[in-house]
Antibody, heavy 120, light 111 residues
Framework: QVRLQESGPGLVKPSETLSLTCTVS????????WSWIRQSPGKGLEWIAY???????SYNPSLKSRVTIPVDTSKNQFSLKLNSVTAADTAVYYC??????????????WGQGTLVTVSS | QSALTQPASVSGSPGQSITISCTGS?????????VSWYQQHPGKAPKLLIF???KRPSGVSNRFSGSKSGNTASLTISGLQAEDEADYYC???????????FGGGTKLTVL
């Protein structure tokens, strides 16, 4: 059973960098694609970005200039770094396995999510 | 404002069947057989129920079924149980600048 767990600060100051890590167990991040997705009251669910171990990455155009997804294969982890945050970035952040390009672009495993609040 | 439209809430009594719709356009729902459905209980991770419009992952009850007609996909839950009370979301592949778009979610209440 693949399990994902998000970790990181729950409070970030405006203009600073939001940093979250997703630790994967029960499966290797060297396979398939892995995404960050967020959910805010005002905008619903929003796909942020995906990465693959092979180096393929894609970002939501609305966030592309502020997002990176570092990978640490030795720890089976991938991260999200979102810089220059504002209150609009307050949301529950999820990591998930997917999209599955060989099937129906589904996300078959998700973390429980972590609430990040942007506030001074 | 979500790209895919779902009813905010639906309800049903135990044993009944309910259907949740997910309406998009020819650029997403109508253009691909790539609609998936998820169940989310409060504070829990979303769980994949349906992928490729009609397929169920191993371990998902056959009380959950999916279908599509034109630009609208549907999730049907038969034999409603109290444990089905949760939020349900649809996701579709899209021709847009992102690989997927999301529905706004539907809260299912089991009366």
């Amino acid at each position: 059973q693949v399990r994902l767990q998000e970790s990181g600060p729950g409070l970030v100051k405006p203009s600073e960098t939001l940093s979250l890590t997703c630790t994967v167990s029960g499966g290797s991040i060297s396979n398939l694609y892995w995404s960050w997705i967020r959910q805010s009251p005002g905008k619903g669910l929003e796909w942020i970005a995906y990465m693959s171990y092979g180096g393929s990455t894609s970002y939501n155009p609305s966030l592309k200039s502020r997002v990176t997804i570092p990978v640490d294969t030795s720890k089976n982890q991938f991260s999200l770094k979102l810089n220059s945050v504002t209150a609009a970035d307050t949301a529950v952040y999820y990591c998930a396995r997917g999209p599955n390009f060989w099937s129906g672009y589904e996300f078959d495993y998700w973390g429980q999510g972590t609430l990040v609040t942007v506030s001074s | 404002q979500s790209a895919l439209t779902q009813p905010a809430s639906v309800s049903g009594s135990p044993g009944q069947s309910i259907t949740i719709s997910c309406t998009g356009s020819s650029s997403d729902v109508g253009g691909f057989n790539s609609v998936s459905w998820y169940q989310q209980h409060p504070g829990k991770a979303p769980k994949l129920l349906i992928f490729e419009v009609t397929k169920r992952p191993s371990g998902v009850s056959n009380r959950f079924s999916g279908s599509k007609s034109g630009n609208t996909a549907s999730l049907t839950i038969s034999g409603l149980q109290a444990e089905d009370e949760a939020d349900y979301y649809c996701i579709s592949h899209t021709r847009s600048t992102t690989p997927v778009v999301f529905g706004g979610g539907t809260k299912l209440t089991v009366l």
